[in-house]
């Protein structure tokens, strides 16, 4: 059974930092290319970025370039989302997620493996 468990969320202030961290377990992390994700309260829900399954490449929204960072230690089996400078835009709850097809990845189709998530709220 896949398990895909998040952590690193909290409460901060506008320009602060959080480091998201994501581990895989049941299932061989560099099978999967990786992403995280997030949902706004009332708004849709956003790909955020994401990483090959070697971290040949990366992706990001335009709305976080220059200031996330992902991540990955396949060795691990985990996925890491470093989010500076933040904004109160950026209060949601951030899903990992993770599939075999990078294009299904990135279209945010389907996952095959998506964690419970982890809330983060910027607040001044």
């Known amino acids: 059974q896949v398990q895909v468990v998040e952590s690193g969320g909290g409460l901060v202030q506008p320009g602060d930092s959080l480091r998201l961290t994501c581990v895989v377990s049941?299932?061989?992390?560099?099978?999967?290319?990786m992403g995280w994700i997030r949902q706004a309260l009332g708004k849709e829900r956003e790909s955020v970025a994401a990483?090959?399954?070697?971290?040949?490449?990366?992706y990001y929204a335009d709305s976080v370039k220059g200031r996330f960072t992902i991540s990955r230690d396949n060795v691990k089996n985990t996925v890491y989302l470093q989010m500076n400078s933040l904004k109160v835009d950026d209060t949601a709850i951030y899903y990992c997620?993770?599939?075999?097809?990078?294009?299904?990845?990135?279209?945010?189709?389907?996952?095959?493996?998506w964690g419970q998530g982890t809330q983060v709220t910027v607040d001044s």
């Open positions: 990483i090959t399954w070697n971290a040949d490449k990366t």
């Open positions: 997620v993770g599939d075999d097809n990078i294009v299904t990845l990135l279209e945010g189709a389907s996952y095959d493996v």
């Open positions: 049941g299932r061989t992390l560099s099978s999967l290319h």
